[in-house]
């Protein structure tokens, strides 16, 4: 493995800077809600209408830096990162808040464009799942950190002090964005491929697969699942530990794969061949779940959810530099059926809770889907490595 081109540390450094404020509201909401005059189902509005608005500005984000080339787009919604944050800080009003994570949706639909871009034209295509995996972890381990330092604070200093000091923090990032693009102008943009191709439709159906099974179904359900098949405390090594704990495990080590395992797992799929890593990686995340539910003792159970996890961050990594290698427009095509499938993620799986069904069937659902990824990935990538 190389170290991390400049570019993609700034990038994504400057990436985890402004994302703080949106990583502590989820953090903090659900227990301070009630502080802010808020209601639970205004909570729900604002966890989530930020996602559900990125699904139009994607591709606004994307004709702005093709048809207007400037960085000010990127330092543009950088500063408005900050000061979104700043309004979570001194907003009391849910219309005022609700505002604020429309801005947000938008401003992070600029930020990941330039950043999986940036990450695309940082090197030659033969290290671009490392890169990639990089710019995720880097992303991911100074994102992790604020959250922990930032919820400390918040418990120290209370709710407005730290979200105002996270928003004057994040205003380094602009600086950072600007370094970021000065390692990038004098490298080929790549030419934009059809869009109209099997190869497009295939990241998109992919995008959407991961982002409804990974992102959505199973983190919005993994608490209720354990919950259900090994109740409110758990035995390991002799000791007991609450569902919740280990729920908290189990998400803190996806997000550790995340910061640690990216640059790594994309290294690997770069040697081994990035096309058909993505048909094997849907495979064994499949396998994971079905034999998760089929086997619900505890450590079986937990091992196969954390192989399943570390085939979904795998995935992203490969399918976001699929979608780089084909141009700015599959990259927001990408971007918006991932988008989609997180959002409608949740709703599926807590439905099948909702009206009584067992909750294996999350597992096998998303199982499922999974398969049909593995088969539209080799139909779409394999076809494309052995033509290469």
Known sequence: MKRPPLPVFYISTALSLVVLGDGLIYTILPSYYQHLGLVPFQVGILLS??????????????HCYRHYPSNLWLIFALCMGSVVTAIYGIAHLFIIFLGARILWGLAFSFIRQAGIMTAVKSGSSAYLGERMGYYRGINAMWRTLGVLVGGL?????????TLIALSLLSLVAMPLGVLSQKGVKRLQVPVE?????????????CGFAVGLVGAGMIMSTLGLILKEHLGDTVPIAGHSIGVVTLTGIILGFRFFLDGIGSPVLGSIADRTGRERSITFLFFV????????????????LVIFVLIFFACGTTLWTLLSS?????GSRSVASFATAWDLGASVGPLMGWSIAHFGFPTNYIFILGGTIYIVGAIISFKTFGIEEVGQ
């Not at 209408?49 to 994307?62: D, F, G, K, P, S």
């Not at 109209?196 to 159906?205: D, N, P, R, Y």
């Not at 396998?287 to 619900?296: E, R």
């Open 49 to 62: 209408v930020n996602r559900w608005i990125r699904l139009a500005t994607n591709h606004l984000a994307e």
């Open 153 to 161: 604070c918040h418990d120290v200093f209370g709710f407005t002090p």
């Open 193 to 205: 491929k059809d869009l109209s191709g099997k190869g497009h439709v295939g990241v998109i159906c």
């Open 285 to 300: 995340g499949a396998v994971s779940l079905l034999v998760a539910v089929l086997h619900p003792k505890t450590t079986i």
């Open 322 to 326: 699929q979608a780089g290698q084909r």
